[in-house]
């Protein structure tokens, strides 16, 4: 059973950084697609960036500039470097994740259907 684990949330002032981890277990399938996407209190929950196990990205047009994502594939976790941080960037986090070789990033920003696996999700605060 995969468990998908973040980390590194936190309150920050606005123009900081912050980097979200997301830790894989049980993993046994090399090709992946995985995610971060966000839900602030009221609003819809949005695609923030995505990575595929051949290296390809995706993001948002709000972060991009700003959001890298990355994988470490011997450690089985993503991250989420955020820089420049604005207060409408205040959300809750979850990464997501699925492993078949059918998978699609694009379904971060574009829509169409949800990753399988989904963590609990860290909090992100960016005060003005």
């Known amino acids: 059973q995969v468990q998908l684990q973040e980390s590194g949330g936190g309150s920050v002032q606005s123009g900081g950084s912050l980097r979200l981890s997301c830790t894989a277990s049980?993993?046994?399938?090399?090709?992946?697609?995985m995610g971060w996407f966000r839900q602030a209190p009221g609003k819809e929950r949005e695609g923030v960036a995505g990575?595929?196990?051949?290296?390809?990205?995706t993001y948002a047009d709000s972060v991009k500039g700003r959001f890298t994502i990355s994988q470490d594939d011997a450690k089985n976790t993503m991250y989420l470097q955020m820089n420049s941080l604005k207060p409408e960037d205040t959300a809750m986090y979850y990464c997501?994740?699925?492993?078949?070789?059918?998978?699609?990033?694009?379904?971060?920003?574009?829509?169409?259907?949800?990753?399988?696996?989904w963590g609990q999700g860290t909090q992100v605060t960016v005060s003005s």
């Open positions: 049980g993993v046994t399938y090399r090709t992946y697609c």
């Open positions: 990575i595929d196990s051949y290296g390809s990205t």
């Open positions: 997501a994740a699925d492993y078949w070789g059918g998978c699609s990033i694009s379904v971060v920003t574009d829509g169409g259907y949800e990753y399988n696996y």
